[in-house]
């Protein structure tokens, strides 16, 4: 089936530094992937949809320049934490749907997710 | 802009019974979608069952079932035969146009051997 593929899954950064988090699409071809944002014992929180070849769309309150998402390939979104601080400290995850099963309730196919940790 | 609220932030359930999770939502779509995902430890997001705001049969899967009803905006989730890999967090989820998932607040399940 369908998988999506996300890395890292945990990372260590000190507060002020950058971090890439990958999503891939590994056996489909994804033109839009979602980056959703999980604190401890809530919900997800959808971030922003990273649509390929073009800009991403951002949801209320979420910092475009802070959260950076490029979709430069039909396979591969990345979300970049520029400048990170101990409040951006979260569990992030990724998904995409696979255009191949069609439309409708087809379901999202969700990355393992990354823990990040700034210091 | 859709809502989904789970009203139940935890139920537990002993093992072999049967626990129903609520869930109902807000939306101005005519056409949409519903599902059921779970959470583990492992916080990889798993879908347990799915539902067309279109078709009036509540949809199954093996043990877990929904009881959809449209007009109340409302689609819980029974889990019949609880067993421990059932322990997880469920959330409820509205999908209309554009893909976009809109999750609820979540509710844990706890199962007692």
């Known amino acids: 089936g369908a998988v999506v593929s996300q890395h890292p899954s945990r990372v260590i950064c000190k507060s002020g530094t950058s971090v890439k988090i990958e999503c891939r699409s590994l056996?489909?071809?994804?033109?839009?992937m979602f980056w959703y944002r999980q604190f401890p014992k809530q919900s997800l929180m959808l971030m922003a949809t990273?649509?390929?070849?073009?800009?991403?769309?951002?949801e209320q309150g979420v910092e475009k320049d802070k959260f950076l998402i490029n979709h430069a390939s039909l396979t591969l979104s990345t979300l970049t934490v520029t400048s990170a601080h101990p409040e951006d400290s979260s569990f992030y995850i990724c998904?995409?749907?696979?255009?191949?099963?069609?439309?409708?309730?087809?379901?999202?196919?969700f990355g393992n997710g990354t823990r990040l940790t700034v210091t | 802009a859709q809502t989904v609220t789970q009203s139940q932030p935890e139920m537990s359930v002993q093992e072999a019974e049967t626990v129903t999770l609520s869930c109902t939502y807000d939306t101005s779509e005519s056409d949409y979608y519903l599902f059921w995902y779970k959470q583990p430890p492992s916080r990889q997001m798993i879908l347990v069952i799915r539902q067309e705001a279109y078709k009036q049969q509540n949809a199954t899967e093996n043990r877990f079932s929904v009881n959809f009803q449209k007009a109340a905006k409302s689609f819980s989730l029974k889990i019949s035969d609880s067993q421990l890999g059932d322990a997880a967090m469920y959330f409820c989820?509205?999908?209309?146009?554009?893909?976009?998932?809109?999750f609820g607040g979540g509710t844990r399940v706890l199962v007692k051997p």
């Open positions: 998904s995409a749907r696979d255009p191949q099963q069609g439309a409708g309730n087809s379901p999202l196919h």
């Open positions: 990273s649509n390929e070849g073009s800009k991403a769309t951002y």
């Open positions: 989820a509205h999908k209309a146009a554009g893909n976009k998932l809109t």
């Open positions: 056996d489909f071809q994804a033109t839009t």
